[in-house]
């Protein structure tokens, strides 16, 4: 009965979480324009290099970019005279643009005040005002963006960006002049400068209010430690737009290809939508290089650069009850397995009870990504220990040796499955498919649950990535060294008997493994992978577009193969360490649609891949081994 239950709760659960990944579907491909940006202080120099005006180098251009203006100061834009007291000369466009400004953020005076410190500003046509308080700080105020590089910038017919600062004790009214006068000026595009976005700390709000109202767009740059980018993203989805940058220092150590690879990858492989393309030391034949190149390699990846092409995402919020009943398959596969171990009595109504349970949850945010991290520990670790049994009932026990590499292999398991010739291996290979079906039922239900616009632009993620790395590994573990041994209190045994260099050496590559794995968990470990995988993934990117995973093909998926050889021959020395590393690929499918800011035909893809090259490699290995180990050859024609 309960299993009947399970089976047409996940039928229904995958259904509803099929629907939402299908409507993500749509939304991702619906949004392919990719906006371009290139720095000011770059344009500048490049302009002059040729010997043209900004507006004259900008003309010039057929690709399609936009330009990011960096808010100044008085020492950005005034020449100091020598005076009393401080005092800056200002161009008039700069001189009209900062008093207003000053009265925004500051105090200012039409008279020289008397009692109070000051700076004086003065204008070429010989107007002045002061503005009160301490030099240092007023030099350094933002003064919104540069009216002399806009009218530039507007000349050559490309769209202006702000990079405005967040000023120590902003104002709610100076804030929201600050970005009502930047979408005057012409942009519609924010990206911040510095280490904070406008309005961090008790102004978020009011950032969020204003940028709505005046229509424009938040660029939450990638990777950077922007304090307050997580609010206003989480504030203001339908606003937000993901920015990849490419910093001037960075820059000087990559190739032009690399760069080219660098933003195509964002673009295609983590639904970035603005490319901020710095390139120092390139002359400009070689930027138009670099941008016809990137044009290309963005065209057939089936994106196209449009000037202010970089729009949100339409809203992505499936209705409540979607949510509830891909929760409800997730609550009844836990209780199911309670059941497994305790049967009678009230446990009977397991199943039924958390599925309500897990429904319920899933009408809550924090529910929905509490029943997402059991899915992705639930449905890796059922999917592996599936397998045992489909490859036979428990049998009696067995010496603790054949769990840990010692003695004679005498194997206890049965031999019913065998076959020989082409029907062995038709077995095996259906029997590979459990895990997978299992590890993307999974992936599938953590799509559904978390299929939100925040998770789309990462404003929000996925919670527990360490432990959904870790525990189903050792999970599997346990139950197959129990599994192996014929009974669970195998550790008894262990604790009383000396423990052998074997065993000491197994656990230390066991935990190393593990570790490892954790490291380089993430996007942002690049220390951890050394520089022959790196090699590795650029050649895989280069044949397949989308390379897959290291931990999977290499690892994960061959060590399945063995481990379901392992099986299906009576051979149980090195099954628990064989079904450990093949758990390692289980795990990693799940995490990559885990990352949920990752488009869903690049997870699939990649996926694929991986499957495909590493059970194919598995089986190679296996041909391999037939001809060393005579008994594997019996087993298997």
């Not at 000349?155 to 405005?164: F, S, W």
């Not at 673009?267 to 034949?285: F, H, M, S, T, W």
Request: hydrophobic share 50%; glycine share 10%; proline share 6%.
């Amino acid at each position: 009965m309960n299993r009947w239950i399970l089976v047409i709760s996940l039928l229904v659960s995958s259904l509803a979480a099929g629907m939402i990944a299908l409507h993500r579907l749509r939304v991702e491909q619906s949004n392919r324009a990719v906006e371009l940006v290139l720095d000011y202080p770059d344009v500048a120099q490049w302009a002059s290099a040729e010997g043209k005006t900004v507006a004259e180098w900008l003309r010039g251009f057929n690709t399609p970019f936009s330009v990011a203006l960096t808010e100044g100061t008085l020492d950005d834009w005034g020449a100091p005279l020598a005076a009393p007291k401080p005092t800056y000369l200002l161009s008039e466009a700069r001189f009209q643009q900062a008093k207003r400004m000053f009265a925004l953020k500051a105090r200012v005076e039409l008279q020289p005040p008397r009692d109070a410190p000051a700076v004086e500003i003065r204008s070429e046509r010989g107007a002045r005002f002061w503005v009160v308080g301490d030099s240092e700080a007023i030099r350094q105020m933002g003064l919104g963006l540069d009216p002399l590089q806009v009218e530039q910038v507007r000349a050559g017919g490309k769209p202006i960006v702000a990079r405005l600062v967040n000023p120590q004790g902003i104002t709610p009214l100076a804030l929201r002049g600050s970005l009502l006068f930047a979408r005057e000026q012409g942009a519609t595009l924010l990206i911040f400068a510095g280490d904070q976005v406008l309005g961090y700390r008790r102004g978020l709000e009011a950032t969020a209010q204003n940028i709505k109202a005046n229509a424009q767009r938040f660029g939450a740059i990638e990777f950077a430690k922007q304090m307050g980018a997580g609010n206003l993203m989480g504030a203001i989805p339908d606003r937000t737009v993901r920015v990849h940058s490419i910093g001037l220092a960075e820059s000087l150590t990559l190739s032009p290809q690399e760069i080219v690879e660098r933003l195509e990858r964002a673009a295609q492989e983590r639904n970035i939508r603005v490319l901020y393309l710095r390139a120092a030391g390139a002359d400009p034949p070689l930027l138009r290089e670099i941008l016809e190149s990137l044009t290309k390699r963005l065209d057939g990846a089936g994106y196209t650069i449009r000037e202010s092409g970089a729009r949100p995402f339409e809203p992505l919020q499936p209705a409540l009850w979607q949510f509830a009943l891909a929760g409800l398959g997730v609550g009844v596969l836990l209780g199911w397995l309670i059941t497994l171990f305790r049967s009678g009595g009230y446990w009977a109504f397991a199943p039924m009870a958390l599925g309500v349970l897990f429904a319920l949850l899933c009408l809550l945010p924090l529910g929905r990504k509490l029943v997402a991290l059991t899915a992705a520990l639930a449905f890796p670790t059922v999917g592996m220990v599936a397998l045992a049994g489909l490859a036979g009932s428990p049998h009696p026990p067995a010496p603790l040796s054949h769990a840990v590499g010692e003695g004679e292999e005498n194997s206890p398991l049965p031999r019913r499955g065998r076959g020989t010739g082409g029907e062995g291996f038709l077995r095996l290979a259906s029997l590979l498919i459990i895990p997978f079906a299992w590890s993307l039922m999974g992936a599938l239900h953590i799509v559904g649950l978390l299929g939100e616009t925040p998770f789309l632009i990462k404003a929000d993620q996925f919670a527990g990535v360490k432990v959904a790395h870790a525990l189903p590994l050792l999970l599997v573990l346990i139950f197959y060294t129990a599994w192996t041994v014929g009974r669970w209190d195998f550790w008894r045994e262990w604790v009383n008997r000396p423990v052998l260099w074997g065993q000491v050496v197994l656990a230390l590559v066991i935990l190393g493994a593990l570790g490892f794995m954790l490291v380089r968990t993430g996007n942002e470990a690049p220390g951890a992978v050394p520089d022959w995988e790196l090699r590795l993934r650029a050649m895989l990117e280069t044949v397949m577009n989308v390379r897959p995973r290291t931990k999977e093909f290499l690892v994960g998926h061959p060590a399945l193969v063995i481990a379901a050889a392992l099986l299906l021959s009576g051979r149980t020395r090195w099954l628990p360490l064989a079904m450990f590393l093949a758990t390692i690929g289980q795990v990693s499918i799940v995490n990559t649609f885990c990352h949920l800011h990752s488009p869903l035909l690049v997870s699939l893809q990649r996926t694929g891949w991986g499957i495909l090259i590493g059970v194919g490699l598995g089986f190679v290995l296996l041909a391999l081994w037939k001809v060393v180990n005579p008994r594997i050859t019996r087993a298997f024609g």
